[in-house]
């Protein structure tokens, strides 16, 4: 359920559109009055044949053969229209409104059932009530350099050659978005870049006009706890709905929250439910599998390592590195 606030702007959004798409074809027609005063002829013709229509309903007799004239006389008219748009080089809808979603004529609603438009604008404001971090567009694949990352490991994979296999994933993963729900989980300790290339498919995908979301999980559990027991500091239900509805969710520092029923009751739900939904989120923890597996019930840790794609970050602490030059 969403809340009044976040209904409201979805449908004061639904409005504008339908109030654009309307004014656009009033001044479409319009200009097509003063360029092709046949155009405002065949306009006013086919008005009349409403109020035509309700005399000879009124006269009460057998209109059968007037109705069918009128039909024909309809039909001949807009057949007329079109030829003069098809001269113009104008296509056959040109006089139409241009909704924005032609399923439902930017009402929202088609035949009774909410339509797909609104469903996604109802994402999008739920997701407004989650914080993002600062400078958001500072974040982005190019700025992630992989020169932090060593050439040379003990292994067959040098660190640098393992971060690079990630940041491919992550370019992939953001210019398929939605890339049929998929998600991910950042593993590695601190400082080796996961934030970064998180918010880095963020940035990416809310280009596209994408509703994303970033918590951390501390965040979401403490916002789930208030809206829970009454103690909403504002939009903490929102906060939490928008993190079960938004189209790709970051939830950063997975096991930094403080551990409790609440919080594993939390997390729980906005995984299982976004896994069950087909909608993406992207994890970034610290810990490792089978710390995953110790901290967690088997059915959460089940869920995160079994049904989301792992990518190992590998290398020395960057931000400690950043701040020794």
Not at 173 to 202: D, Q, V, W, Y
Not at 210 to 227: G, T
Not at 243 to 267: I, K, N, R, W
């Amino acid at each position: 359920m969403y809340s009044a606030q976040v209904c409201d702007a979805a449908m004061r959004q639904l409005s504008r559109r339908r109030s654009e798409a309307l004014a656009t074809a009033d001044a479409r027609r319009y200009e097509l009055f003063a360029r092709v005063p046949r155009f405002k002829e065949i306009e006013n013709e086919l008005s009349a044949q409403g109020a035509q229509l309700g005399k000879m309903v009124l006269s009460g007799g057998s209109f059968v053969q007037q109705l069918q004239a009128m039909q024909q006389r309809n039909l001949a008219l807009q057949k007329e229209q079109e030829d003069m748009l098809r001269q113009l080089g104008l296509p056959a809808n040109y006089l139409e409104p241009p909704y924005y979603c032609p399923l439902c004529e930017d009402t929202g609603y088609v035949e009774g059932k909410r339509c797909q438009c609104l469903s996604s604008l109802l994402r999008v404001e739920a997701s407004k009530a989650l914080p993002a971090p600062d400078h958001l567009s500072d974040y982005s694949f190019d700025a992630f350099k992989l020169d932090y990352y060593p050439a040379q490991g003990e292994g067959a994979v040098s660190p640098r050659q393992q971060m690079q296999a990630v940041l491919n994933k992550c370019r992939v993963f953001a210019e398929s978005f939605p890339c049929g729900g998929e998600s991910l989980l950042f593993l590695g300790r601190t400082g080796l870049g996961k934030t970064h290339l998180s918010l880095a498919i963020a940035n990416e995908v809310a280009k596209s006009g994408a509703a994303v979301a970033y918590a951390s999980a501390q965040d979401l559990v403490d916002r789930a706890e208030r809206a829970k027991f009454g103690r909403d500091s504002g939009g903490d239900a929102e906060f939490v709905q928008g993190a079960l509805t938004c189209d790709l969710l970051v939830l950063d520092d997975l096991g930094t929250e403080f551990p409790s029923q609440m919080a594993a009751a939390t997390l729980f739900q906005v995984i299982n439910t976004r896994l069950l939904e087909r909608r993406s989120t992207i994890i970034s923890t610290n810990l490792s599998p089978q710390e995953l597996q110790d901290r967690y019930s088997e059915r959460l840790a089940s869920r995160i390592l079994c049904s989301y794609s792992a990518l190992p970050f590998a290398g020395n602490d960057i931000r400690l590195r950043k701040a020794m030059q």
